[in-house]
């Protein structure tokens, strides 16, 4: 079993992370855009079934914002969890140290396209109504460095 691979994992996880809401940021905003349109308000308060679609439509948006915390918390374990069922010699320890800052600076890349993105006139009010999301990615370095660590641990304390 590749045991570089469990040090790969957070770094496939600040990604999959990054795109996730990037896309869901994207969503919110042409929904929003699409739900302001009077043409589409006509359209909409004319039929029950439009009104029931569009407000279940909000309310999955508004589920995004806990469920993509949550992914990233379930990523973080399976990758701490893989760590330590792989079979691992303390030769790689050194590959994993030396891995450990392109982590670190991914997930700094990563943090600071996020916040270059909400600076965006387009993306600042939709940002707004995701708190959970904007929390996670203030402090994505950090908690990149903390899941790093404990796979790193968890992989040699065999």
Not at 59 to 74: D, G, P, R
Not at 102 to 112: G, M, N, S, Y
Not at 113 to 125: E, P, R, V, Y
Request: hydrophobic residues 60%.
């Amino acid at each position: 079993m590749n045991t570089q691979k469990a040090q790969v994992d957070v770094i496939y996880l600040v990604v999959m992370l990054f795109a996730v809401t990037v896309s869901l940021l994207v969503v919110d905003q042409v929904w929003s855009g699409l739900t302001s349109n009077s043409a589409f308000i006509s359209l909409k308060n004319s039929t029950p079934q439009g009104h029931l679609a569009v407000k279940s439509v909000n309310t999955s948006l508004n589920i995004f914002n806990n469920a993509i915390v949550l992914l990233f918390v379930m990523g973080a374990i399976v990758a701490i969890i893989s760590a330590a069922f792989t079979d691992s010699s303390p030769v790689f320890l050194i590959p994993s140290i030396v891995v450990l800052p392109i982590e670190i600076l991914f997930a700094f890349i990563f943090h600071d396209m996020f916040f270059s993105i909400l600076q965006n006139s387009a993306f600042g009010s939709v940002a707004a109504s995701y708190p959970y999301i904007v929390t996670l990615f203030q402090y994505l370095p950090v908690v990149s460095f903390v899941i790093a660590i404990i796979v790193i641990v968890a992989t040699f304390m065999k």
